[in-house]
Each structure stands twice: as structure tokens, then as C-alpha cells.
């Protein structure tokens, strides 16, 4: 069934406490759940009591005591009908934590038993009130064996713990804080911990733990020192500090997401816990700060304040993430951090936004619910909340943040409840830019600058795309950061927020004699796409004077694209292919050269769009051709600089190692050099990397290197991921690599490679990361994803139907990238839709793929 946003209606009974007991096997565990009922008085009046439930059977039902048969199903629901106000309900049910391969609600991995219960897993353990607005304090009591689960973890504090008989144990665990039942969590196994302890700004003590398997242990000191950096940097930004005595966080190696904010018992994907130098890459240390805070930051964010239905989802992942960024922008490159969210940003949200799954920040109605945890969701929510806190500035952004946190403490909110408080706290009138949370589809801005006399006058334009559902767009509030630049001096005049509100608006600026350079959406201060016409030299000269460093980005960006965008349409002569490959040359040139730049920007400058941020900007793409053009000109300019790469690697390789932003700069564009020598001199760029790969004392180096030679062809192809293998063999994370970097590479035989990597004996469709490592970089590759054959839309569709009784949410996200069909030209667009179809056709579909790949028709 559809589920709408407007249905909206309060539970009509109130769950003050829940009591759990746990017997722990990992065939069969027993549930008892005892919870306290009475009657909401703020919600309509019901005698039945319905609990959730997902392939559950009631084994017992007791009503204040005494055995009930007062009790029925409804589908997968349990329905009892009470006669008083207040009662205790008992239920008994039994699981299989070996045998859910869904992995939501109680599962094993690796003979440990963990859970996941947002948004809906937790009606898989027990019946319940499985909604985010009906808030209980819990108490947990689980029992086992010794040898198998001598660690027994819940959420809040370990109240008491013994032993059994016949070598069980047993701990009791209680959470103080009310709460949703998706943040319950239970963790049971072999796992030890690394131990430290945090001391709050009112002096609490903290003691923190990190969980894993043993042979881990060694790899989680980033881990630790990142949630330390999280709670000291939420007490200081946003001033939230933590409210237990205790955190702690598991590292899960079969995991559909990237981790979950369970109060103070965080379950994490091993790949956001475990880093060492020898084994992740500088990015996944980044990914693992940055995942890190976001589970901690969520405390306040999420746990404190939650969500009263989900489709206010945003409300706490859209403000999450933003505050992730920020965090890690403090950590790090404040600006490189931007440019990588806007990267993140483009190729995954824009492309959502345009398609036929584009939905608000706020949706209106969904069948499954974890289809709805998107890059719109997040990524795009956060940038809203980014925009407020732009036109706010920072100060009165923290008052809002404030005035919200203060009001809805304990409470389940709504976005609207979070606007309100930001404009309240804030002093905003956010009326008209509520519009924000109501439509889908990424804003196109037109600009255009004029200049008459001594003064210049900016024409902005907007228009707000149709999306599914939403024909008629309104004009949204788009706050741009602007900049007009003097050619001679290199200078502006100032940096100005002007706000479009209306679809068409003017903005003069006096004072100027000759006409300025205009740099807009400074900061990407708005998460739209501009579009304007804008001569190359203009470009050329933000590329090099811009003191934003996001727009010296951009117009390195917009040179690049307006190039392989005016070849590909057919609007630019063939003719003019190497006048627009010079003036590109000449400004990569003055990048390398720039003495001023750190390598880590420097690394950013020197990174083409992707195909897909490409193909995003034309109406109908044509996969092979994108990649042929941009391909053309890696190699144009892997031959024009040739000399200037070698040097800049050759300088990059001197560099000393560590962690420092001058070393993982160095790091960066040593790779950076090698992409483009190898398209321009394979022979060359195969000796360079194959030197990188021997020498290499990280794993960036070697990634880095081994990413160069799979898409080569020469015989260090071969060696060296037979080395990288036999090297890591055993290590899931660094063999998760090795079949990602093979399944994207630039190789023309990537299709059949992949389909042989679908048969080696590591690869399983029980794991998640080891699907997603195969398949999803998969879907980028034009000559695979998308050969002419049809062959490897054929290949995600066999994957998608193969997968989906095993695991419904991964296998529903290999729906998106076939979902592309009305963008691309139409003998690929007819391949992809057939194969739509054939799954649309398929028996017994899951209700997340089910809904995809229907919405993907459309
Ligand atoms: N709340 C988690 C996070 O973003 C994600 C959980 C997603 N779960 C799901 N079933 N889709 O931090
Ligand atoms: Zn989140």
C-alpha cells in the first residue's frame, strides 16, 4: 500500500516502558517483550492495540498477566483489543538470526548476533509500535552461552550481570532516555574492545569502547580518535554534549548501510571502523571521521530529538549530514571538503533530481521506506539546511540550532518544527522558503551580466524542473553568494549574498568602468545548476584570480564542461576540438605550476567531471560518446604535459608520508599524474605505477597505482592484481577493493571480467559490501554498464533478480542506475527499459524493488 505524509495520525496508546528478555542462540532466539500500554490522550480513541510485526508469530500473548486470546492477526500484525486504560501486554516469539539475510531486525554475522531496526527491523524481533513517534524506556535483559557471546551488549547502562547454568551468562541492560524502537540495539559475540575514556565540558566521564573481532583490534585507533575529535566538536559548534556515561561502537562486517546511531551502542560497517595505513586509502580515513561524527552527532540530531513519522526523515539525516561536513571541513580542507560534498552532490543527487525517483527533501508518499534514504534525503536536505545557516550567517544559525534543540528535546518533530525554530532563533522569515521541503527537482539559474555606462547589471532567471507528480513548479528562494571582479587588478569588490526569489530578477551594481568578471554561487552557496553564458577567457581568469577556492573549482569546471558539452551536441565545430583543449591545457598548466596551491586543492583543480555529472548535462546522453570525448582529452593533455606531470609525480614522490595534509596532498596527485599519463603514454604511465605500487607504503599508493594499471593493458596488469591479492588475501575490506577497482576500470573487456569475478570463491551475495564492491562501480562503466550489446544492463537486472530474495534494500538500489533510460540515446534507452520490465514482470517481488522499478517506469 501507498503510504501518504497527510494520513498522519498519533498512536492512540502510549508505551511508557518496555521490558526485553533475550535467550541468544544463533538458530533461534526467544523474545519476550513486556510492555507498559495506556491510553494517548492526544490521539483518537482505540480500543485495539495494533503491533507491527514482519513474518513474526505470536507464540504467547498475556494480557496484565493472565494468558490472552483477545488477540488477532492482521497480515503481519498483531491486533488486541483492551479493555481499560492502562495494561501490560506480554508477548513470547521466537527468530532466526542465522537464516535473516535481509539483515534488518537480529541477525548473525560471522557467529556474532547483532540488529538493525531502522526504519522497520525492529517488528522482525517482536511486535510493537514500530513507528518513530511512540517513545519507550527499555530495559534489556539477554542471556547465553559464554563461550559463544561472551560479550553482551544493549543500549544505556549494564545494570546487573551473572552467570547461568550449563555455561550461559546474562546481563541486563537499561536505557535511560526514551526512545523510538528503531534506535534499540543488542550486539552479542566474540568481540574485544578498544577502550578509552572522553570527559565532557560539565565533567562527565565518558568511558568509550570500540567493538570488534580480535584480529581487528590493531585497526581502530582512527576510529577512536575521531569520536573523541566528534564530542569535543559538537560541544564547541553546536553545543550539545554527551548524556550517558557510556558509548559504544560495534564494527559489523555484514551490513546493508554504512552504519546506525542506536543509542549509545552505535553498530557500524567495518569498513567506516578499521583503518591502518597498509590497509584504507586517505579517503577512507576521511569517510571514517566523517561516518563517525555523523552516528555520534546524531545523538542530539536524531536520539534527543527524533522524527515524529518518516517522512520527516530529513529532519534529522539532512541536519546530520550537515553537521558532519562541517565537522570534517574543521578537521581537514575546509574548502576541498566542500568541493568533495558538491562532487558527491552532482553525480548522485542531481541525476535523482531529474529522474523518475526524484522526490522532495520531505517526501509525500512511499511504499517501502528504505528506498527513501537517498542523496536527496541526505545530501540535498543538508543542503538546505546549509542555505539557512548561509542567510542566516553562523551566529544566528547556532541560535536557531539552539531555540531547536532547547523546544523539542524529548520530543519526535517534524521538519516543519525545525524551520520554525530556525527562523524564531534565527530572526528569518523562511515562509517562501519552505518551498524547499515541498518540491523536487534541481533549480536551473540563468545568469547573465550586463554592463552599461558604470554599471553592472546581473539577469537572474530560474526555473524548477518538473519531477514525477509535481508538474507546476514555484520560484524558490535561491540564496547566491556573488563576486564581480576587476580584470585588471584580479580583485572584487567584495563578496554579496543577493537572494532570487522571484522566477525572474534583476540586481545592479554601480561603479564600475569597464565590465566586471561575475563568480557566482560562490561556495555553492545554493544547490542549483547555473547555467550562463560565459566566454572561456572569463573562465581562464576566475580559474586563476578567484579567491573562493570553490569557484576557482567551478570555473575549471565549466571550462571543461562547456568543451566536451559543446563537441558532444554538435554546437561546437570539430574544428575548434584543439583550440578548446588549449586554453584547458593552458589552465592545467598554471595548476601544476601554482606555487600558492596546496596539493590536496591542487589534487581537486586537476579533476575532469565525471561521466555522469556530464551526461547530467544533456538532455539525452549518449554513454559511448561521452566517454570517447573525455577520454580524447585526458589523453590530449597527458601528452601536452607530459613533462609537467612527470615532474609534479616525481616531486609528489619525494614528499614525506604520514597523515599530514602536505602528505596525503602528495599522495593524491602523484595518482592524479598517473590518470592522465596513462591515457596519453600508456607504456610510460605502466612503469610509472607499476615503480608507485612496488615502493608504496600505503594503501593510496598502491590503490592508487593498481587503480592506473587494471585499466591498462600491459602485462603489470596481470602481476600486480595477482600481488594485490595474494598480499590481502583474507582482509574483506582491502579483497572488497580488489574487486571494486577491477569492476570500474577503463578495461574494454570489464563485462566479461566482471561476470568471471561474479564466480571467484570470494564473492557472496550474503555480503553486501562484496556485492556493492562488484556491481556498483560497475554501473559507471560505459564500455560494460552500458555496451552497446545491452549485455551488462542485462547483467544488473539477472543480479537484481537474483539478489532480491536474499537481500530486498541492496538489491533495490542496483534499480537507479537502469531507471537512467529517458536520458539516454534510444537504442541503449530500449535495452535498459526491457529490462526494467522483465524484472517489473518478475513473481514475488520485494516491496523495495517492486516500488523502484515501478516508479522507474513510471
Ligand atoms: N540512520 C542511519 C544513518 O544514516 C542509516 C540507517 C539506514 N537504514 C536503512 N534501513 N535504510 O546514519
Ligand atoms: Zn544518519
New binding site residues.
Given amino acids: 500500500p501507498l503510504i501518504r505524509r497527510e494520513d498522519y495520525a498519533p498512536y492512540p496508546w502510549r508505551v511508557p516502558t518496555t521490558e526485553l528478555r533475550f535467550v541468544l542462540g544463533v538458530d533461534k532466539t526467544t523474545v519476550q517483550a513486556k510492555l507498559k500500554v495506556e491510553r494517548n490522550p492526544h490521539a483518537n480513541p482505540a480500543n485495539v492495540l495494533r503491533l507491527n510485526g514482519d513474518g513474526l508469530k505470536p507464540a504467547g500473548v498475556w494480557i496484565d498477566g493472565s494468558l490472552a486470546n483477545s488477540w488477532e492477526m492482521d497480515g503481519d500484525d498483531l491486533l488486541i483489543t483492551l479493555p481499560g486504560d492502562a495494561h501490560e501486554v506480554s508477548i513470547d516469539t521466537q527468530i532466526d538470526p542465522a537464516g535473516n539475510s535481509q539483515l ?1 531486525g537480529l541477525y548473525a554475522s560471522n557467529g556474532m548476533l547483532c540488529t ?1 531496526c ?4 525492529f517488528r522482525r524481533i517482536t511486535f510493537f509500535p514500530d513507528r518513530p513517534d511512540v517513545l519507550s524506556t527499555y530495559t534489556v535483559r539477554m542471556e547465553g552461552s559464554k563461550a559463544d557471546f561472551p560479550v553482551l551488549l544493549s543500549n544505556g547502562n549494564c545494570t546487573a550481570s551473572g552467570e547461568g547454568e550449563d555455561g550461559s551468562h546474562w546481563a541486563e541492560w537499561h536505557d535511560p532516555w526514551p526512545k523510538p524502537s ?1 534506535l534499540f540495539a543488542l550486539v552479542a559475540g566474540q568481540l574485544v574492545a578498544n577502550t578509552d575514556s572522553f570527559t565532557t565540558m560539565n565533567g562527565r566521564k565518558v568511558d568509550l569502547a570500540i567493538w570488534v573481532r580480535p584480529e581487528d583490534l590493531s585497526r581502530t585507533d582512527h576510529a577512536m580518535e575521531s569520536l573523541k575529535r566528534s564530542m569535543q566538536w559538537d560541544e564547541q559548534a553546536f553545543g550539545r554534549e554527551y548524556d550517558l556515561d557510556v558509548f559504544n561502537i560495534v564494527a559489523v562486517s555484514d551490513f ?6 542506536n543509542k549509545s551502542l552505535n553498530i557500524f560497517n567495518t569498513k567506516y571502523v578499521l583503518a591502518d595505513q597498509e590497509t584504507a586509502t586517505d579517503g577512507d580515513y576521511d569517510a571514517i571521521e566523517g ?1 563517525i561524527g ?2 555520534y552527532f ?1 545523538n542530539w540530531s ?1 536520539n534527543r530529538i527524533t522524527c515524529r513519522d518518516w517522512f520527516q526523515l530529513s529532519l ?2 539532512g541536519f ?2 550537515l553537521r558532519d561536513q562541517l565537522f570534517s571541513a574543521a578537521m581537514g580542507s575546509e574548502p576541498v571538503k566542500r568541493i568533495e560534498d558538491v562532487r558527491v552532490l552532482r553525480s548522485v543527487q542531481f541525476p535523482e533530481d531529474s529522474g523518475p525517483l526524484a522526490h522532495p527533501i520531505r517526501p509525500d508518499s512511499y511504499r517501502e ?2 528506498n ?2 537517498t542523496a536527496t534525503v ?1 545530501n540535498k536536505g543538508a543542503e538546505v539546511i546549509r542555505m539557512m545557516r548561509t542567510m542566516a550567517g553562523e551566529e544566528r544559525f547556532r541560535r536557531g540550532t539552539d531555540l531547536y534543540f532547547d523546544r523539542h528535546d524529548g520530543e519526535a518533530a517534524t521538519c516543519e518544527d525545525f524551520v520554525t525554530a530556525i527562523e524564531d532563533g534565527a530572526g528569518l522569515d523562511l515562509a517562501d522558503f519552505r518551498r524547499w521541503y515541498q518540491q523536487a527537482g534541481t533549480p536551473k539559474v540563468s545568469a547573465k551580466l550586463e554592463h552599461v555606462g558604470d554599471t553592472a547589471t546581473l539577469h537572474l532567471e530560474q526555473a524548477v524542473p518538473a519531477t514525477p507528480g509535481q508538474p507546476d513548479k514555484r520560484p524558490m528562494p535561491i540564496p547566491l553568494k556573488i563576486a564581480l571582479f576587476d580584470r585588471k587588478s584580479g580583485k572584487h569588490h567584495g563578496e554579496q549574498l543577493v537572494t532570487l526569489t522571484e522566477a525572474q530578477q534583476t540586481f545592479s551594481f554601480a561603479g564600475f568602468d569597464e565590465s566586471p568578471v561575475l563568480s557566482i554561487n560562490r561556495d555553492f552557496s545554493a544547490p542549483v545548476a547555473i547555467e550562463r553564458e560565459v566566454a572561456d577567457e572569463d573562465l581562464v581568469f576566475l580559474a586563476a584570480n578567484d579567491d573562493d577556492p570553490f569557484a576557482r573549482y567551478e570555473a575549471m569546471q565549466d571550462l571543461v564542461v562547456g568543451h566536451l558539452r559543446g563537441l558532444l551536441s554538435g554546437s561546437v565545430d570539430a574544428a575548434k576540438r584543439d583550440s578548446g583543449r588549449a586554453a584547458i591545457g593552458e589552465a592545467f598548466r598554471a595548476v601544476i605550476a601554482d606555487g600558492e596551491l596546496d596539493d590536496l586543492m591542487r589534487g581537486e583543480l586537476l579533476t575532469l567531471p565525471g561521466e555522469t555529472y556530464l551526461a547530467e548535462q544533456m538532455l539525452v546522453a549518449d554513454p559511448a560518446a561521452i566517454r570517447a570525448e573525455r577520454e580524447g582529452l585526458k589523453a590530449w593533455l597527458g601528452q601536452s604535459l607530459e613533462s609537467d606531470l612527470v615532474a609534479m609525480h616525481e616531486r609528489a614522490a619525494a614528499a614525506p608520508g604520514g597523515m599530514s595534509a602536505e602528505a596525503k596532498g602528495a599522495r593524491k596527485i602523484k595518482t592524479s599524474a598517473l590518470v592522465f599519463l596513462a591515457a596519453g603514454n600508456p607504456d610510460l604511465a605502466e612503469t610509472m605505477a607499476a615503480a608507485q605500487y612496488d615502493a608504496a607504503t600505503t594503501m593510496t599508493d598502491r590503490q592508487g597505482a593498481l587503480m592506473v594499471l587494471t585499466s591498462l593493458q600491459g602485462p603489470q596488469r596481470t602481476h600486480k592484481l595477482l600481488d594485490f591479492y595474494n598480499r590481502f588475501k583474507g582482509n574483506a575490506l582491502v579483497i572488497d577493493k580488489w574487486f571494486a577497482l577491477q569492476a570500474s576500470s577503463l578495461h574494454p573487456s570489464v563485462l566479461e571480467q566482471v561476470k568471471a569475478l561474479a564466480g571467484h570463491p570470494d564473492f557472496t551475495l550474503k555480503n553486501p559490501n562484496r556485492v556493492r564492491s562488484l556491481y556498483m562501480p560497475f554501473t559507471g562503466t560505459a564500455q560494460g554498464f552500458h555496451a552497446a550489446s545491452g549485455g551488462g544492463y542485462k547483467m544488473i537486472a539477472d543480479l537484481i533478480l537474483e539478489l532480491d530474495p536474499i537481500n530486498p ?1 541492496t538489491a533495490a538500489r542496483f534499480v537507479s542506475p537502469l531507471g537512467r533510460w529517458r536520458r539516454i540515446e534510444p537504442e541503449r534507452s530500449a535495452l535498459m527499459k526491457g529490462e526494467l520490465e522483465r524484472i517489473a514482470a518478475a513473481p514475488k517481488l520485494s516491496r523495495d524493488t517492486y516500488e523502484q522499478v515501478t516508479r522507474s517506469l513510471g
Fill in positions: 534488518m538493525q531502522e526504519a522497520e527491523g528503531y546493508n548501510m554504512g552504519a546506525m546511531e561516518v555523523h552516528e546524531h536524531g534529522k539525516e546530520t549530514v521506506i528504505s527513501f534514504y541526505y534494500q
